[in-house]
T-cell receptor
Framework: GESVGLHLPTLSVQEGDNSIINCAYS??????FIWYKQESGKGPQFIID?????DKRQGQRVTVLLNKTVKHLSLQIAATQPGDSAVYFC????????????????FGQGTTLQVKP | GAGVSQSPSNKVTEKGKDVELRCDPI?????LYWYRQSLGQGLEFLIY????????KSGLPSDRFSAERTGGSVSTLTIQRTQQEDSAVYLC???????????FGDGTRLSIL
């Protein structure tokens, strides 16, 4: 079936370094992707989104890159800080080929980002 | 409030009991979603309401699960005859339109003894 997944369950980086979190998707019809950050005991927090008509989108300290050819999505965090430690999820709005654009999100399993001081 | 509000934040109940979980979406958001997150896992879609349209119930795992949204605002997720496998965090989200970014509450942690 269609799925969205992350390459690594855990990523450990040094404070101040750049972080790159990867995600692969299998639905070639996917046209909207979102990255979320989830801290312990809290709900997912929206970070950044991108539509399939774009290759790159930048926010504050974060950049999302979309490669439709290989169906790959990445989240880059510049100058990683201890407050960035969390689980990061990518999600696809059109993860289910059987549905029209109903708005439901299909989530990957998450990557835990650990920032070492 | 400014964000999505869910209550209760924690619920412990005995197997076989019914539970009701409440979600107050962001004011003005027309779309409301329920997801479930098991320990250490990603989120699993349950049900989606958009305006006055019929809800998308395709993610509900069994007929013990139901949800309603009254007056286009507050939503209640009901689980009847709870089972231990229902233990999870139940998350609610809302968005200003069907395909906009979804904003989540902090969830209800449900534990079935």
């Amino acid at each position: 079936g269609e799925s969205v997944g992350l390459h690594l369950p855990t990523l450990s980086v040094q404070e101040g370094d750049n972080s790159i979190i990867n995600c692969a998707y299998s639905n070639s019809a996917s046209d909207y992707f979102i990255w979320y950050k989830q801290e312990s005991g809290k709900g997912p927090q929206f970070i950044i989104d991108i539509r399939s008509n774009m290759d790159k989108r930048q926010g504050q300290r974060v950049t999302v890159l979309l490669n439709k050819t290989v169906k790959h999505l990445s989240l880059q965090i510049a100058a990683t800080q201890p407050g960035d430690s969390a689980v990061y999820f990518c999600a696809d709005l059109r993860g289910d080929l059987g549905s029209s654009n109903t708005g439901k999100l299909i989530f990957g399993q998450g990557t835990t980002l650990q920032v070492k001081p | 409030g400014a964000g999505v509000s869910q209550s209760p934040s924690n619920k412990v109940t005995e197997k076989g009991k019914d539970v009701e979980l409440r979600c107050d979406p962001i004011s003005g958001h027309t779309a409301l979603y329920w997801y479930r997150q098991s320990l250490g896992q990603g989120l699993e879609f349950l049900i989606y309401f958009q305006g006055n349209s019929a809800p998308d119930k395709s993610g509900l795992p069994s007929d013990r699960f139901s949800a309603e949204r009254t007056g286009g605002s507050v939503s209640t997720l009901t689980i009847q005859r709870t089972q231990q496998e229902d233990s999870a965090v139940y998350l609610c989200a809302s968005s200003s339109q069907g395909s906009g970014p979804q904003h989540f509450g902090d969830g209800t942690r449900l534990s079935i003894l």
